[in-house]
């Protein structure tokens, strides 16, 4: 059971109003909906005696156009932004949205009917899903896409899963309801979930490696980390300890210095977990906020026109948690590349096992470096550009819509490369008959060893490159 008030909704919510096909529990605050109420009626009194943008006057450049707050202007502004286009959005995130956009309005400074909270909160509950368009949004307002989740509310749009009863638009609801970036936040939230999970899988993967490299401890030492304690790097060394058994000041390795791949370890995927800390941070206040424009406000008993639409903290979070997530992606692909030399391995090239000549694993590079591409141009900054509309009177954007798919597909290439180094790293284990017994990541490698097939002959390994991926999740949790 979710609990919908407009103040607690987790990141963690999100992701199972996402996973979840068909009806979902959730339990809304019936005095957040009291506050929502008293603000509906605020905002309709209001609007008799000032000016209140959307409600009164047109919207965007229209807004100094005198037009009679009715349920009439309110369908205008839905059947006019709801022109969303490109492929469908995906049902999980639609079904984000949704929550997400419900979770705002009981917050309770939006204005929006009751009615219109009750019909999304059913629709949420339903598992109802509208027909939404990817495209429509710049990172100042989902516009087009909580348009037409409005229209199918009233009737007038086509539901794709399930369906709730029709309720009419009262005056003022239009703007209200589309004044938000739930939709952008929904993918923002899921991707950034995606990625503190696959972070966090991260360090087993490193780990196994570093057992079949015979890595050297002291990297991970705790006096090394107490010199320079950056939170995510003294996580993330911790963790290593954890993983490989390091209770106390381990001996020296093999080799005085390993390669960056595992030796800067910590120092890179530090800032990572730093970043998507931060992002979850800005997140969560995000899905808890009121965004909508004008404000209405209870408290103070009128309307305030600002610019919460914005949302620089978004995807300037989201651009730095992509650009470190590439920078321990490079190391995921440089220990493969020591996976397959026999000078760190002791092993045949390529983790080779049949006749002089034999490929073993050498297709793994070449497919991690094409997912490493991939996940190098998702990293590359949304926020360096911008865009002016509506007759110039809206001269900036944030692009936190762009941002958060470029998170999307940095989530997809970045499991990519784990999975190929996942896939060398058992198959070294196994031919080095590694004694993981008394080390805790060795629950990884059992996990891993389970889903992996244990052939060493020159084949296709692209069943085990999505069963690594497969298990990733699994391992997150060891």
């Known amino acids: 059971m979710i609990r919908v008030d407009?103040?607690?909704?987790?990141?963690?919510?999100?992701?199972?109003?996402?996973?979840?096909?068909?009806?979902?529990?959730?339990?809304?605050?019936?005095?957040?909906?009291?506050?929502?109420?008293?603000?509906?009626?605020?905002?309709?009194?209001?609007?008799t005696r000032r000016r209140v943008y959307g409600r009164t006057t047109g919207v965007g450049a229209n807004k100094d156009d005198t037009v009679e707050s009715s349920r009439e202007h309110g369908l205008r502004l839905l059947r006019s932004h709801a022109g969303g286009s490109g492929d469908p959005m995906p049902p999980g995130q639609v079904r984000a949205m949704m929550l997400i956009r419900l979770n705002q309005l009981l917050a309770g400074r939006s204005g929006i009917s009751t009615e219109l909270i009750g019909a999304l909160a059913e629709a949420v509950r339903a598992g109802a899903l509208p027909l939404v368009h990817w495209?429509?949004?710049?990172?100042?307002?989902?516009?087009?896409?909580?348009?037409?989740?409005?229209?199918?509310?009233?009737?007038?749009?086509?539901?794709?899963?399930?369906?709730?009863?029709?309720?009419?638009?009262?005056?003022?609801?239009?703007?209200?309801?589309?004044?938000?970036?739930?939709?952008?936040?929904?993918?923002?939230?899921?991707?950034?979930m995606r990625l503190d999970a696959l972070t966090r899988a991260s360090h087993a993967v490193a780990a196994l490696t570093y057992v079949a490299l015979d890595g050297n401890p002291e990297a991970y030492a705790t006096p090394v980390h107490e010199a320079r304690p950056h939170a995510g790097q003294v996580?993330?060394?911790?963790?290593?300890?954890?993983?490989?058994?390091?209770?106390?000041?381990?001996?020296?390795?093999?080799?005085?210095?390993?390669?960056?791949?595992?030796?800067?370890?910590?120092?890179?995927?530090?800032?990572?977990?730093?970043?998507?800390?931060?992002?979850?941070?800005?997140?969560?206040?995000?899905?808890?906020?009121?965004?909508?424009?004008?404000?209405?406000?209870?408290?103070h008993g009128d309307a305030y026109h600002h610019a919460h639409f914005h949302t620089a903290y978004v995807s300037t979070a989201l651009d730095q948690a992509?650009?470190?997530?590439?920078?321990?992606?490079?190391?995921?692909?440089?220990?493969?590349?020591?996976?397959?030399?026999?000078?760190?391995?002791?092993?045949?090239?390529?983790?080779?096992?049949?006749?002089?000549?034999?490929?073993?694993?050498?297709?793994?590079?070449?497919?991690?470096?094409d997912a490493l591409t991939e996940l190098r141009q998702a990293a590359l900054p949304a926020t360096l550009g911008?865009?002016?509309?509506?007759?110039?009177?809206?001269?900036?954007?944030?692009?936190?819509?762009?941002?958060?798919?470029?998170a999307t597909a940095a989530c997809s290439a970045y499991q990519q490369v784990l999975g190929c180094e996942l896939v060398a790293a058992v198959r070294a284990l196994r031919m080095r008959d590694a004694d993981l017994v008394d080390l805790p990541v060795r629950d990884a490698f059992e996990a891993a060893s389970a889903v992996l097939d244990h052939s060493v002959d020159d084949r296709p390994l692209t069943g085990d490159i999505a069963a690594a991926v497969g298990v990733l999740d699994t391992l997150a949790r060891i």
């Open 6 to 47: 407009g103040r607690t909704l987790r990141c963690a919510d999100v992701v199972t109003a996402a996973r979840t096909e068909g009806p979902l529990g959730i339990d809304v605050s019936i005095a957040a909906l009291r506050g929502a109420e008293n603000a509906w009626k605020l905002a309709g009194e209001l609007s």
């Open 135 to 192: 495209l429509g949004a710049i990172g100042t307002g989902d516009l087009a896409p909580l348009a037409e989740t409005a229209l199918a509310l009233t009737g007038e749009r086509a539901w794709v899963e399930r369906h709730v009863p029709p309720v009419p638009v009262h005056a003022g609801d239009a703007l209200a309801f589309m004044s938000s970036n739930a939709a952008t936040l929904a993918e923002a939230t899921l991707a950034t």
């Open 235 to 299: 996580a993330c060394a911790a963790e290593m300890r954890r993983l490989l058994g390091m209770h106390q000041t381990p001996k020296p390795g093999r080799r005085i210095q390993d390669p960056f791949g595992l030796r800067a370890f910590p120092q890179v995927q530090g800032p990572a977990l730093d970043a998507i800390h931060y992002l979850r941070d800005v997140l969560a206040v995000e899905i808890n906020a009121s965004t909508e424009n004008p404000m209405i406000s209870t408290v």
């Open 322 to 369: 992509r650009a470190t997530v590439h920078q321990v992606a490079e190391l995921s692909v440089a220990r493969l590349g020591d996976l397959v030399e026999p000078e760190f391995t002791g092993l045949r090239p390529f983790l080779a096992a049949g006749p002089a000549g034999s490929s073993g694993v050498m297709i793994l590079e070449y497919v991690a470096h």
């Open 386 to 406: 911008t865009a002016v509309v509506s007759r110039g009177l809206e001269d900036h954007a944030s692009f936190s819509t762009q941002a958060a798919r470029a």
